[in-house]
């Protein structure tokens, strides 16, 4: 009867800020001048968005001579960490190829440095890093539009120094970047901007050439190379290394790391392991129901109440609901269930399909356990929160139209 009931609860629910700049320091009467930067601050951007490849060339080439400027052209090693899409903390299709046409420059533009891939042992050898971020921006009035640019940022850091040494921001056209997430991330079950990644980000989009780099981004590398070197392995259909490299990683990275948590769930659920997926995905719902904020991808088709779901999905969706119920049954907790809609259509059509989703999926928690009923309120916020914001209504903007669990006090 329990299974049946998850299953009908699945059924009931219809299935990055501004970049600072470095100024010159004001004159003063000092006799000691003040020490110049050990580079000059990248200049504003001044092109017109262009092209992706384009764009991702010019600001490479000119990072990497600047780079060369700082640190001089002898041999050293060099690593980069896969890049995100900032708005979202995912790597996209357009963030990967972004890392693959920075790594085509160095034999040209650097030839005296080698690419490494990252890990603990090339970290150990403090080589340099480039770390980057793409984000969907507005260029015009944000209000009236969905997104029409992308914006590029490209930082190498010395490890050894523990200093930012070089900085490039471009813009690219919306319509020449695929921001389609990547497997592991379009399959994870949550997202979020967890401390971890927001230290990526913020290493990227808020700092200067001769900055120290955050510490929290800095002691999360080793963490980073089992994580990476354990996505490659799910992505190659390996799953069993790739369990035990999570695993390997989840004492060396922050509690909340959701890299961690969705690849433990992915990798035990595609091992038929499903017990170890629900462990998994409880672990999920206790930090999100702990920091008040658990973003679940139950991702629904344009227009609709109806969840985007295969065979596969459907369990998985029953799973998700039966976790949450159960954490929230027991922690006595109060949620508020937020529903979402992409940009695309009216106002207060949005308005309404998201209070909708969001009705849907708090009366299929009600049905798995009736002593929610008084617990969860069911709230929609249109389009007015949305995360990628491209208007696009595919696979690109599917965390627009979501439903979110907010803790909140109990009446």
């Known amino acids: ?36 930067s050990p580079v ?29 400027g700082v640190v001089g052209a002898g041999p050293r090693e060099l690593v980069i960490d896969p890049l995100l899409d900032a708005s979202s903390g995912q790597q996209t299709t357009a963030t990967a190829l972004m890392g693959q046409q920075l790594a ?19 970290l150990a050898r403090k080589p340099l890093l480039l770390i980057g971020t793409l984000t969907p921006v507005h260029t015009g009035d944000a209000r009236a539009a969905s997104a029409d640019a992308f914006r590029v940022c490209l930082v190498v850091i010395d490890l050894a120094s523990g200093k930012l040494v070089a900085k490039r921001v ?18 994870s079950p949550t997202w979020a901007l967890d401390k971890t990644t927001l230290a990526y980000i913020k290493s990227c989009q808020g700092s200067s050439p001769g900055d120290a780099m955050s510490a ?24 069993p290394e790739a369990l035990r490299l999570f695993n390997e990683a989840a004492p060396l990275a922050a509690r909340d790391d959701l ?3 969705n690849g433990l769930y992915l990798a035990s659920w595609r091992s038929g392991k499903r017990k170890e997926a629900a462990e998994a995905f409880g672990r999920i719902v206790g930090v999100g129901l702990e920091t008040r904020r658990l973003p679940i991808k139950m991702l629904f088709a344009p227009g609709s109440t109806r969840l985007i779901a295969s065979a596969d999905l459907r369990a998985q ?28 259509g009216s106002v207060a059509g949005n308005d309404a399909l998201s209070k909708r989703r969001a009705a849907a999926v708090r009366e ?48």
């Not at 085509?104 to 090339?122: C, D, E, F, M, T």
Request: charged residues 25%; hydrophobic residues 45%; contains cysteine.
């Open 317 to 344: 969706y029953a799973m998700w609901l039966r976790e949450i119920a159960v954490q929230a049954g027991v922690r006595e907790t109060c949620m508020r269930v937020v529903g979402h809609t992409s940009r695309t």
């Open 259 to 261: 890299r961690v948590l």
């Open 364 to 411: 299929g928690l009600e049905l798995l356990d009736k002593a929610l009923a008084g617990r969860l309120e069911a709230v929609g916020v249109g389009s007015r929160e949305t995360i990628v914001d491209l208007g696009t209504d595919d696979a690109r903007d599917a965390l627009d139209r979501r439903v979110e669990f907010r803790t909140v006090d109990c009446a």
């Open 104 to 122: 085509s420059l160095l034999p040209s533009r650097a030839p005296q440095w080698k690419l490494q891939p990252l890990s603990r042992g090339v």
């Open 216 to 239: 929290e981004y800095l002691a999360r590398l080793p963490a980073q190379a089992l994580i990476r070197e354990a996505q490659v392995a799910l992505a190659d259909n390996r799953t």
């Open 1 to 36: 009867m329990f299974a049946l009931a998850v299953l009908t609860a699945v059924a009931a629910i219809g299935c990055a800020g501004p970049v600072k700049r470095d100024t010159p320091p004001p004159a003063t009467p000092a006799p000691v001048p003040p020490r110049p």
């Open 40 to 68: 000059p601050p990248a200049p504003a951007v001044v092109e017109p968005p262009g092209a992706f490849a384009e764009v991702v060339a010019r600001a490479g080439e000119r990072l990497l001579q600047d780079a060369r």
């Open 170 to 187: 471009d813009r690219a056209t919306v319509a020449t970047v695929n921001a389609e997430p990547t497997p592991f991330y379009r399959d």
